[in-house]
């Protein structure tokens, strides 16, 4: 079973809500990722969480604010977007070993900021 | 740094028939994995082929294979027999083998298939 999933599928959000978006994955993975992908383009790494700690933070703006409550789970808590944060958010996984294993991916959640 | 480039950004093919989608990377690693990735407009990333630099033998998965040549950091990915589900965007990608969890991923190739 190589499956990640994320929920919701869709979330719209005005700019001074605050909301959360959540994956999960049951494949004993120990390496958790979020990824931001606007249209047509690839998918950009905001955050690593190695053995449920923040090991990369690739200057994703404090509005945006990961957690990882164990090694099953992770969120991604939205508060104060700006439209142009609009996009799909990718959650992965992978081993977490560092030995260039597979990352799997989640189906999204596609944001729509107002 | 690394980077990794796609040079076509649109293809199409035939069912049926093959393709093949280019990638180019350069590094100065010498060990390092390179992925093909599929993510249809249904949207969920799926990996269709991994490569370990290592590994002189080109991977292959069914109908899809790699074109993996190291000196001249090229990775091109091969559809056989074309099916209207490999419509897709496919996105070529490198992983460092040591330290890092960075996936670097090219611009990405879409893919149309025709009947």
């Known amino acids: 079973d190589t499956e990640v999933t994320q929920t919701p599928k869709h979330l719209v959000m005005g700019m001074t809500n605050k909301k959360s978006l959540k994956c999960e994955q049951h494949?004993?993975?120990?390496?958790m990722y979020w990824y931001k992908q606007k249209a047509k383009k690839p998918p950009e790494l905001m955050f690593v969480?190695?053995?449920?700690?923040?090991?990369i933070n690739e200057s994703v703006p404090s509005r945006f604010s990961p957690e990882c409550p164990n090694s099953s789970l992770l969120n991604l808590h939205l508060h104060a977007l700006q439209p142009e944060d609009s996009a799909l958010y990718l959650c992965?996984?992978?081993?977490?070993?560092?030995?260039?294993?597979?990352?799997?991916f989640g189906p999204g959640t596609r944001l729509l900021v107002l | 740094a690394q980077t990794v480039t796609q040079s076509q950004p649109e293809m199409s093919v035939q069912e049926a028939e093959t393709v093949t989608l280019s990638c180019t990377y350069d590094?100065?690693?010498?060990?390092?994995?390179l992925f093909w990735y599929k993510q249809p407009p249904s949207r969920q990333m799926i990996l269709v082929i991994r490569?370990?630099?290592?590994?002189?033998q080109n991977a292959t998965e069914n109908r899809f294979s790699v074109n993996f040549q190291k000196a001249a950091k090229s990775f091109s990915l091969k559809i056989s027999d074309s099916q209207l589900g490999d419509a897709a965007m496919y996105f070529c990608?490198?992983?460092?083998?040591?330290?890092?969890?960075?996936?670097?991923f090219g611009t990405g190739t879409r893919l149309q298939v025709f009947p």
């Open positions: 969480y190695s053995y449920e700690k923040l090991s």
């Open positions: 494949m004993g993975h120990r390496a």
């Open positions: 590094t100065s690693e010498s060990d390092y994995y």
């Open positions: 490569q370990e630099a290592y590994k002189q």
């Open positions: 990608a490198y992983r460092i083998f040591y330290n890092t969890d960075k996936l670097i």
């Open positions: 992965a996984s992978s081993q977490g070993d560092r030995s260039g294993e597979t990352q799997y």
